[in-house]
């Protein structure tokens, strides 16, 4: 079956541009991570969803980033007024229940210049 | 706050070798999971450690959890080239997973 799905998979952007980051996540998962991982490191939790309920948001850097699931499928990160600190790839994962196996989908590497 | 450690960062080591990668983390937790990451790729889940004492293995690979150590390890046997990748342990705690920083692997003929 398909995976979970990202686009763009490349995204260069200005500093001070807003840019928005599409997951599509496995059919019938629940659960929806968005995490952020820096050039040689370990990716680091943003957001979490159960549905369309954002439960957790700890994660997030700014008030510039914002995560959205409205209808508990398809999630859009979004990040406003964007800086050379945000390059990074990010990565959305989805699974059945919170608790289970991750699924990654391939990443969005932003660049911002 | 939860810390995940991992060692070593980086390792090469030559085809056919054996070797253990290292995962300590700072906070109680009974589910740890391994991946795998090639370049410029997405995660590739490995294992899932749910319970004290649980031991995985796939292939070359093998994994085990001692949750009172608050320790994993992943062990490979007789590496070969195909192996070579970026290996991450992640621990889940308050609901998320914090990842350490990973070991990168290089198998040498």
């Known amino acids: 079956g398909a995976g979970v799905s990202q686009s763009p998979r490349y995204k260069v952007a200005k500093r001070g541009q807003d840019v928005a980051l599409r997951c599509d996540p496995i059919?019938?998962?629940?659960?929806l991570f968005w995490y952020q991982q820096a050039l040689g490191q370990g990716p680091e939790f943003l957001t979490y969803f159960q549905n369309e309920a954002q439960l957790d948001k700890s994660g997030l850097p700014s008030d510039r980033f914002f995560a959205e699931r409205p209808e508990g499928s398809v999630s859009t990160l979004k990040i406003q007024r964007t800086q050379q600190e945000d390059s990074a790839v990010y990565l959305c994962?989805?699974?059945?229940?919170?608790?289970?196996?991750?699924?990654f989908g391939p990443g969005t590497r932003l660049t911002v210049t | 706050e939860l810390k995940v450690e991992q060692n070593p960062l980086f390792l090469s080591m030559q085809e056919g070798k054996n070797y253990t990668i290292y995962c300590n983390y700072s906070?109680?937790?009974?589910?740890l999971y391994w991946y795998r990451q090639d370049p410029g790729k997405s995660l590739e889940s490995l294992f899932v450690l749910l319970s004290n004492g649980a031991v995985k293995q796939e292939g070359r690979l093998m994994a085990s959890l001692d949750t009172k150590a608050r320790l994993s390890t992943l062990h490979i046997t007789a590496a070969v080239h195909d192996l070579s990748a970026t290996y991450f342990c992640?621990?889940?705690?308050?609901?998320?997973?914090?990842f350490g920083d990973g070991t990168t692997l290089t198998v040498k003929p």
């Open positions: 994962a989805s699974s059945r229940v919170r608790d289970y196996e991750q699924y």
């Open positions: 059919s019938g998962h629940v659960s």
């Open positions: 906070t109680t937790s009974d589910r």
């Open positions: 992640a621990v889940d705690y308050a609901g998320k997973s914090t």
